[in-house]
């Protein structure tokens, strides 16, 4: 799978949006972005995902460059309980076994009052 | 149903003590994993089960043994730990691929055990 990196750690002021940036130069064409963010001291929670479409739901979007080799999520209003570390994968999904998930060092994310 | 349980949520145990973390999950997906993640580092992958089989084992000491019973069911027996082995230890599930299953591929996370060895 390939490597990310993000950038160690970013502050936003609540209700404005939150851009986090992720780079993953090496990624190969099938392998798909997904996002995740941690709480303090609870699992990971699921965002959103993309090969490289911009995809949107209802928790953030996620724009992802023509040349694949880099994405951002945007949280749109940025709220205190956003405040978490948040993770960049690229990952093979459709591959014959369940693959790799394997998480970089993340950017911690402080939404500001 | 969209949980993944762990149990115990706290944990502490001698480094000569046998102890197991569980995690349960009823989203019928075939694929799990065990994460281990020290205080302020990202979760590592230790071990992925798909349909039961053992898939990757990401050269894990044999202290840690995983056992994945059922579907819905996945162990991780300890034994002879050291105090380095203190963590969150983290369990996750998804489809794997190629079920024919509508599915966006994520992992579902479960709270975690949180392990200190003394």
């Known amino acids: 799978d390939a490597k990310t990196t993000q950038p160690p750690s970013m502050d936003c002021a609540e209700g404005r949006a939150a851009n986090l940036p992720c780079n993953h130069s090496?990624?190969?064409?099938?392998?798909?972005v997904y996002w995740y963010r941690q709480i303090h001291s609870q699992g990971p929670q699921y965002i959103i995902h993309?090969?490289?479409n911009n995809e949107t739901n209802e928790m953030a979007s996620l724009i992802i460059t023509e040349d694949r080799k880099s994405s951002t999520l945007i949280l749109p209003h940025a709220t205190l309980r956003d405040t978490a570390v948040y993770y960049c994968i690229v990952r093979a999904y459709f591959n014959t076994n369940a693959g790799k998930s394997t998480f970089g060092d993340g950017t911690t994310l402080t939404v500001k009052p | 149903d969209t949980e993944v349980t762990q149990t115990p949520k706290h944990l502490v145990m001698g480094m000569t003590n046998k102890k197991s973390l569980k995690c349960e999950q009823h989203m019928g997906h075939r694929a799990m994993y065990w994460y281990k993640q020290k205080a302020k580092k990202p979760p590592e992958l230790m071990f992925v089960?798909?349909?039961?089989?053992?898939?990757i084992n990401e050269s894990v000491p044999s202290r840690f043994s995983p056992e994945c019973p059922n579907s819905s069911l996945l162990n991780l027996h300890l034994h002879a730990l050291q105090p380095e082995d203190s963590a969150l230890y983290l369990c996750?599930?998804?489809?794997?691929?190629?079920?024919?299953?509508?599915?966006?591929?994520?992992?579902?996370f479960g709270e975690g055990s949180r392990l200190t060895v003394l």
């Open positions: 993309g090969l490289k």
């Open positions: 996750a599930s998804s489809h794997p691929a190629r079920t024919g299953v509508e599915s966006t591929g994520e992992l579902f």
């Open positions: 090496t990624i190969s064409g099938n392998e798909y």
């Open positions: 089960y798909s349909y039961e089989k053992l898939s």
